[in-house]
């Protein structure tokens, strides 16, 4: 199996939104509708932002939306701010009974 | 509220097995079935799923790293385990113990430990 395919990094001015994509197949992505996302700030421990595709856990910001089409999954961030930058990472549930992660996306905030 | 802990050797050497364990407070291992995983994170990489283990003895494991993991789950010490064999440089990461945000193994990861660095080094 594959790793999901991430943009290595996306950028925004404060107030703006950006949208990660997230890249599988049919055997993960497009297979099932447990696709998740994390953010991970430097030295810490990654938390759980979307499960589900675009549930969000008790306490993240409704800022925080996902969604799929297909084989594709996205995270989009609106009213960014300062906080948001960190590295973002999609994983998806597979038909290996397995979960493969993406190779992390770095968000910037201008 | 349920808190992960990892504990481990720190540095292991090439070849030999890494045990970790996995301390759970907060809740019991087995008053729910969960399942109780870990995943790693090489320096400056991204996130690798190693493998998980339910309650009910069920286990789920990376396809590239099957044939070197064992787990296991200690119900009287409310603790899980990793054990990975031969070990490369490869094998060094942040490792950190996890638990999904519901009772079904296919489900992103809620909880997490704060992670503990293995060093693969002779």
């Known amino acids: 199996q594959s790793a999901l395919t991430q943009p290595a990094s996306v950028s925004g001015s404060p107030g703006q939104s950006v949208t990660i994509s997230c890249a599988g197949t049919s055997s993960d992505v497009g297979a099932y509708d447990y696709v998740s996302w994390y953010q991970q700030h430097p030295g810490k421990a990654p938390k759980l932002i979307i499960s589900?595709?675009?549930r969000r856990p008790s306490g993240v910001s409704d800022r925080f939306s996902g969604s799929k089409s297909a084989n594709t999954a996205s995270l989009t961030i609106s009213g960014l701010q300062a906080d948001d930058e960190s590295d973002y990472y999609c994983s998806s549930f597979t038909s290996y009974s397995t979960h493969v992660f993406g190779g992390g996306t770095k968000v910037t905030v201008l | 509220q349920v808190q992960l802990q990892e504990s481990g050797p720190g540095l292991v050497k090439p070849s030999e097995t890494l045990s970790l364990t996995c301390t759970i407070s907060g809740g019991s291992i087995s008053y729910i079935s969960y399942c109780w995983g870990w995943i790693r994170q090489p320096p400056g990489k991204g996130l690798e799923y190693v493998g998980s283990?339910?309650?009910?003895?069920?286990?789920y494991f990376n396809p590239t790293l099957k044939s070197r993991i064992t787990m296991s789950i200690d119900t009287p010490k409310n603790e899980f385990s990793l054990n990975l064999s031969s070990l490369t440089a490869a094998d060094t990461a942040v490792y950190y113990c996890v638990r999904p945000v519901s009772y079904s193994p296919m489900d992103g990861f809620h909880i997490w430990g704060p992670g503990t660095m293995v060093a693969v080094s002779s």
């Open positions: 283990i339910c309650y009910s003895g069920n286990t």
């Open positions: 589900d595709v675009s």
